[in-house]
């Protein structure tokens, strides 16, 4: 089944881009044709990039990485802030704080210092102080959680950063070229597609657009943790009574001596070592047999 087809992304507007005045020369070869002064989008190529796109954050989220969701304009926040939470991944739908990724240590402490604030608010331990000071906390308390609260859980460097236009995200596409993280990004034909690791040419500001293509990559990213949870083990070999792991059947080629046979080749006595268990039941057998030998000698002489 495909990940996408050309009927979805025609519906959705994906291959509109923006006026041909307004056009980046890089993205020259995701460009189809202009029309009425508008650069249509090459959706073939959208599909094949998408695709790649789709393998690797499935590949990145089966390894255990994290992958942070960014988008700040307005139509698509919503959007962000709601695929990023259906596939348990982390999100900046608000503001880009400078140095999120290249200063996390920071911005990590600032995450701890607003989870502690909101559960003093929770356990009523500001509630003896003063208005005046309970209010200033309350404001401080509301812009962090406004910028950060997409973060709170996010303890490590994204493995991939997945944005939506990286002409309005810059300073996040900057500072993931800074520290060689992947990005995944949708392209409109006024984007630099030089700085994206897997540019995915589409339109990135019709609401329809970018919520099929998000929700595709959150699906990427479910199916990715899924087959990390899911993933087989290989099973223990049972152990023999002399602590030593079984092979396989199938390993002993026909033919081949085992090892009593070649002992008993050599003509030499084989000692047999059997637990105490497994005596045991030998025993009750053995006792078994003899009550039921009695039994019908008895009836016979009857």
């Not at 709170?152 to 995200?169: A, H």
């Not at 019709?206 to 949870?229: P, S």
């Not at 050599?266 to 497994?278: F, L, N, R, Y």
């Amino acid at each position: 089944m495909a990940l996408l087809n050309m009927k979805e992304l025609l519906e959705c507007g994906v291959h509109f881009g923006h006026r041909t005045r307004k056009w980046n020369p890089k993205m020259a070869r995701f460009i189809y044709t202009e029309r009425k002064g508008i650069h249509i989008i090459d959706l073939g190529q959208t599909l094949s990039n998408f695709e790649r796109a789709y393998e690797y954050v499935r590949q990145t989220a089966a390894q255990g990485k994290d992958v942070l969701f960014v988008g700040t304009k307005k139509q698509v926040q919503a959007t962000i802030e709601e695929e990023a939470l259906r596939c348990g991944a982390h999100f900046v739908n608000r503001r880009w704080l400078g140095g999120t990724l290249t200063n996390f240590e920071t911005i990590r402490r600032r995450v701890v210092h607003m989870r502690t604030l909101e559960q003093n608010f929770e356990e009523g331990k500001f509630d003896r102080l003063l208005l005046k000071e309970r209010v200033k906390l309350q404001k401080g308390f509301r812009r962090l959680k406004r910028n950060l609260d997409g973060l709170r859980d996010m303890e490590r460097l994204p493995g991939v950063l997945y944005v939506v236009d990286p002409t309005v995200e810059i300073h996040a596409v900057r500072e993931a070229n800074l520290l060689d993280i992947p990005i995944v990004a949708i392209c409109d034909t006024n984007c630099d597609p030089d700085v994206i690791d897997f540019p995915v040419p589409g339109n990135d500001d019709a609401i329809k657009a970018t919520r099929l293509i998000t929700a595709r990559i959150a699906d990427a990213v479910i199916e990715g943790r899924e087959g990390l949870q899911t993933g087989e083990r290989p099973r223990p070999q049972p152990e023999t009574a002399e602590g030593v792991a079984a092979a396989p059947l199938g390993e002993v080629e026909e033919g081949e001596p085992s090892a009593i046979e070649e002992q008993a080749d050599d003509g030499e006595p084989v000692e047999v070592t059997v637990s105490d268990a497994e005596a045991s039941e030998v025993a009750f057998a053995e006792e078994l047999d003899a009550d039921e030998v009695d039994d019908e000698e008895k009836k016979e002489g009857d």
